[in-house]
């Protein structure tokens, strides 16, 4: 890593990784985000990590894109950087990724939340695409993966008028998982990515590209792969344990095979 703007730590099957950049309230700016998907894969390739646990700090998970980056940026710069690439890799990601959740989760720190898989939030928490406030829009999802989550209606409300959503509105829209106390919300999402890191690990994967699925595909599409990626299950050494373990009335001992 080029510097600490990205703390790691393992603990059992689970990676954490903490966004560190105090100064800037978490901006995210190029070097932190192609780090961030190198971990990520290489999280994503190791057989001893079933989950990935995304946090920042209590006052924020994440207050946007650095806008300091793409201050004085033209347009040809902006193509040219190929920031979104950085993106499809983290899009990419096979194993489930927990967001934690607290503080300011605004503009591609929102658009980051939302590549994530279950989202678990501080009370204290606040979401937006303020983007519009400083002249431009969201690019890096905003405006597709919030009007997915939350709708037509309250997207554009919150696109064009750059106000945030608090985390109990947040959760009434959809747009996250699960709202838990202020004092509690990393041992929350932490408990939760732990809960899920129990699971087996082709199974978790496969659920979580049908799921995604539905997003990309239309219904009937949608359908054929979830009952390919069903049917392929029944390949697994874990499908047999989970089920044996289940009738045998004693908890499965998953291997990932
Ligand atoms: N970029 C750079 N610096 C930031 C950012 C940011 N996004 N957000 C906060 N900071 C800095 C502030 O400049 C300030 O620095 P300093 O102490 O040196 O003055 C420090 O963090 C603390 O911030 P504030 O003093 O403003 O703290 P407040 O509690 O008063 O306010 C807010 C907190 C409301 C979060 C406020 O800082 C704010 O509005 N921040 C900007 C939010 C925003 O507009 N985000 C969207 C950015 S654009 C974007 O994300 C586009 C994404 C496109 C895809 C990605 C492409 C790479």
């Known amino acids: 890593m080029s510097e600490q703007h990205l703390l790691t730590e393992i603990d059992g099957h689970v990676a954490i990784i903490r966004i560190n950049r ?3 309230l978490n901006a995210l700016n190029l070097p932190l985000m192609e780090d961030l998907a190198t971990l990520m894969e290489g999280y994503d390739n190791d057989d001893n990590i079933h989950v990935i646990l995304l946090s ?7 207050a946007g894109a650095d806008i300091g980056d793409m201050a004085t940026a033209t347009s040809e710069e902006m193509r040219k950087r190929n920031q979104f690439a950085t993106w499809e890799r983290i899009k990419a990601i096979q194993k489930p990724i927990v967001a934690a959740v607290s503080g300011f989760a605004l503009g591609g720190g929102c658009e980051l939340m939302m590549h994530c898989d279950i989202i678990v939030a501080s009370e204290n928490a606040k979401f937006g ?3 519009i406030n400083i002249g431009v829009m969201p690019g890096a999802g905003g405006t597709q993966r919030l009007t997915r989550a939350v709708g037509k209606a309250l997207a554009m409300d919150v696109v064009l008028s750059g106000r945030f959503l608090s985390a109990k509105e947040a959760l ?3 747009l996250i998982s699960r709202v838990v106390p202020e004092e509690f919300w990393f041992e929350e999402a932490l408990a939760l990515a732990h809960h899920v ?3 087996g690990p082709v199974a978790l994967r496969a659920a979580k590209t049908s799921v995604l699925n539905a997003s990309e595909q239309h ?3 949608g359908l ?3 009952r ?3 049917y392929d299950l029944f390949d697994t050494e874990d499908q047999v344990e989970g089920m044996t373990a289940f009738l045998e009335k004693r908890r499965p001992q998953f291997t990932g095979k």
Do not use: D, I
């Open 56 to 62: 920042g700090s209590k006052r924020a998970w994440a």
């Open 219 to 221: 219904l009937s599409e």
């Open 228 to 230: 390919q990626l069903f």
């Open 224 to 226: 054929r792969t979830e």
């Open 22 to 24: 105090p100064k800037v």
């Open 129 to 131: 695409q303020p983007e």
């Open 197 to 199: 890191a129990t699971k």
């Open 172 to 174: 009434s829209a959809g």
